[in-house]
């Protein structure tokens, strides 16, 4: 029988296989589309990460302090600059995350866009729940192969 698969509206429940997020560690996820935002923190939810969701880049910037263990879960068109615009914003407050970029139109960031990629995953949409649940465990360290550099 094939994985499970949905888009992120669905809100499936993830595979019962799913290895628990480390303790402390929050998805930060940032998402202007309201239904896409829910149904990404209600799936994430369901497998056992605490998540912080935010609809703008503002938002989750005035709310996040460094330091604060997880990942980020961004979209790469959001306003104010989108999900690069985001990461540069952290990288300049020294306080980088490993992150995850989902978009439609997917364009690939790397050091010569002023981020370390090493700690960047790529995410096209659509997507299954089991994709970004596999990617969230490699940029938190549980999944397998070394985590991304933080």
Do not use: N, W
């Not at 935010?54 to 330091?67: H, I, M, P, V």
């Not at 914003?89 to 690939?108: E, G, H, N």
């Amino acid at each position: 029988m094939s994985p499970r698969r949905a888009t992120p509206t669905s809100a499936l429940q993830p595979s019962p296989d799913e290895s628990a997020p480390p303790e402390g560690a929050t998805v930060f996820l940032v998402d202007d589309d309201d239904a896409v935002r829910d149904a990404l923190e209600m799936s994430l939810r369901a497998a056992g990460h605490p998540v912080a969701a935010f609809g703008s880049t503002r938002q989750f910037l005035d709310a996040y302090r460094s330091g604060s263990p997880g990942c980020l879960v961004a979209d790469m068109d959001l306003p104010e600059g989108g999900a690069v615009g985001l990461l540069r914003a952290l990288a300049v407050a020294q306080a980088m995350l490993p992150a995850i970029i989902t978009s439609r139109r997917l364009r690939r960031v790397s050091p010569a866009d002023g981020l370390p990629s090493e700690c960047i995953l790529f995410l096209d949409k659509p997507f299954g729940i089991d994709e970004l649940l596999r990617l969230i465990r490699t940029a938190l360290g549980t999944g397998s192969g070394d985590p991304p550099a933080p």
